[in-house]
């Protein structure tokens, strides 16, 4: 079986979905089910013998331990972690605790377990950390593109809190031998993306009537990853990576803010037309910029595609307008995200 924490977060749920419907081997779900944690995005799993979910913190060394032991996963894949820019320069201290501290006792927590096992299974074990592109900091126009080489440059409360969460990582197997493997990806969207992120955000306030925030110029860029794409690459790297290497995970779509904007209107023109007869470009609004907003992430994707054979199956256009309307399918999902009765999931799977 495989251990995967932040189960319940928008790139987690994903992935453990896409895992139960692929595969027999089971999965333990771990997520301490903060604000952006939905048990909701798990439910089509309630009845399945092959799920397991417990809720919990990363940090909490003593659970940890216990479900490795009674468990004994054959990986654990770390998806953990506080995500969000804007929330981290508002109050950066939940990051730190969550990505450098708690990734730090969920370390030491898999280095014990992992040491402790029979020679075969502890030669098969893998520890798979999710990370991002932000760690790398920000590009110009026309810069190359990320490698795996880069030097980290981080740039907000959150990149840096994952920036050092990769340190550990890779310190943890130079230092202790312990089978690593690190993804850092581009921007993802799709199913179950939590509606602070740029595009559910346009997609909920476009239906609302409301206005299209877009920062300063919207000329920011970003490469585009549908989240089944980052899934399937999460799977390939686990199956066939090299312990040790880092691994980028991007869609080749690189699009500025602005265009993406237009791109949601222009679908929901198309997929729910507004009963005022207008586009809903026309609610596109410019707000003052955020502090130390990155111009520009560009991932070089070739590594993973030359050594593990991986590309992107979707492009951003047949990726967007899958994402577009699983948000127009899901209100019922959406309106319980908003009025907060996501929560009322935890109550009632677990409240006795």
């Known amino acids: 079986m495989i251990l ?9 749920s994903n992935f453990v979905l896409d895992w139960c419907a692929l595969h027999d081997e089971p999965v333990l779900s771990l997520d301490k089910l903060t604000y952006a944690g939905n048990l909701e995005n798990l439910a089509s799993l309630s009845d399945n ?16 331990a216990r479900l490795l032991a009674e468990h004994r996963p054959r990986a654990v894949i770390n998806f953990a972690a506080e995500s969000h820019v804007d929330r981290s320069i508002h109050g950066p201290e939940d990051f730190i605790q969550t990505n450098i501290v708690g990734t730090f006792h969920l370390l030491e927590a898999v280095r014990a377990y992992w040491g402790a096992l029979p020679d ?19 590009l ?3 810069e190359p593109a990320f490698t795996e080489l880069h030097r980290y440059e981080p740039n907000s409360p959150y990149s840096a809190s994952k920036a050092a969460s990769d340190h550990l990582v890779r310190a943890y197997h130079h230092t202790y031998g312990l089978p690593v493997l690190t993804t850092n990806c581009s921007n993802n969207y799709g199913p179950y ?5 740029l595009i559910p955000l346009l997609i909920v306030n476009a239906l609302a009537g409301k206005a299209l925030p877009v920062y300063g110029d919207g000329q920011q860029i970003r490469d585009w990853l549908y989240v089944k794409d980052h899934c399937s690459a999460i799977r390939c790297v686990l199956e066939k990576g090299r312990l ?3 691994y980028n995970v991007g869609g ?3 699009k500025a803010n602005l265009d993406i904007v237009h791109t949601v209107c222009d679908l929901l023109d198309e997929l729910r037309p507004s009963s005022a007869g207008k586009s809903y470009a026309e609610q596109i609004t410019f707000v003052t910029d955020r502090p130390g ?3 520009r992430y560009a991932i070089d994707a070739r590594k993973i595609e030359r050594e593990l054979g991986w590309k992107p199956a979707e492009t951003f256009e047949t990726g967007i307008r899958k994402t577009v309307q699983w948000y127009l399918d899901n209100q019922g999902w959406v309106n319980n995200v908003l009025s907060g009765n996501y929560r009322q999931w935890v109550e009632k799977q677990y409240g006795e």
């Open 4 to 12: 995967v924490t932040g189960s319940a977060g928008f790139i987690g």
């Open 49 to 64: 013998p092959r799920h397991s979910f417990v809720q919990g913190d990363i940090g909490d060394a003593e659970l940890v």
């Open 120 to 138: 075969a299974e502890k030669s098969a074990f893998r520890f798979l950390h999710v990370s991002t592109d932000e760690v790398y900091g920000s």
């Open 140 to 142: 110009v126009k026309d």
């Open 193 to 197: 993306h939590f509606p602070e992120k």
């Open 244 to 246: 040790g290497e880092v």
């Open 252 to 254: 080749w779509n690189e």
């Open 293 to 295: 907003h990155d111009r």
